[in-house]
C-alpha cells in the first residue's frame, strides 16, 4: 500500500472524528507507523477499529473473495442481506440500506470502486 492510500485511508477516518476523537488518533500516530507493511496493517487496524459496528461484518466479509478480483455490487448486497448484516429500518429498503453501507466504506478508503 502506498503513502497516498494510506493517507486517504486516515484522512476517511478524521473526516468522521469530532476534535477530540482527532487529538486521540495523532496521540496514536507517529511518522515511523507509516513506514512498511506492519505499519500499513496498522493504519488498517485504526480504521476499522473506528467503524461503526454495522459495518465491521461487511468489512470483514471481503475476505471471502479473492483479492484484486471485481465483486459486483448486487451480489454484495443480496449476500450481505442473506447473512443478516443489513440492519432493517422503517424507512428504506434494505437493498438501499445495504448500497449505502457500501457507500460508507467507499468513503473511508476501505473498499475500491472498479466498474461503474
Not at 87 to 100: C, H, S, Y
Request: aromatic share 10%.
Amino acid at each position: 500500500m502506498g503513502y497516498l492510500h494510506q493517507i486517504v485511508i486516515i484522512s476517511g477516518i478524521l473526516a468522521t472524528l469530532d476534535q477530540v476523537g482527532w487529538e486521540g488518533i495523532v496521540k496514536r500516530l507517529s511518522l515511523t507507523m507509516i513506514v512498511g507493511t506492519e505499519q500499513c496493517k496498522k493504519i488498517l487496524e485504526l480504521n476499522y477499529r473506528h467503524l461503526p459496528n454495522h459495518l465491521k461484518s461487511c468489512i470483514l466479509y471481503f475476505g471471502a473473495f479473492q483479492e484484486d478480483k471485481e465483486i459486483p455490487i448486487w451480489r454484495l448486497v443480496l449476500l450481505w442481506m442473506a447473512e443478516g448484516f443489513v440492519q432493517k429500518n422503517d424507512w428504506e429498503t434494505l437493498e438501499k440500506i445495504a448500497e449505502d453501507y457500501i457507500m460508507a466504506l467507499i468513503n473511508r478508503s476501505l473498499v475500491v470502486v472498479g466498474q461503474q
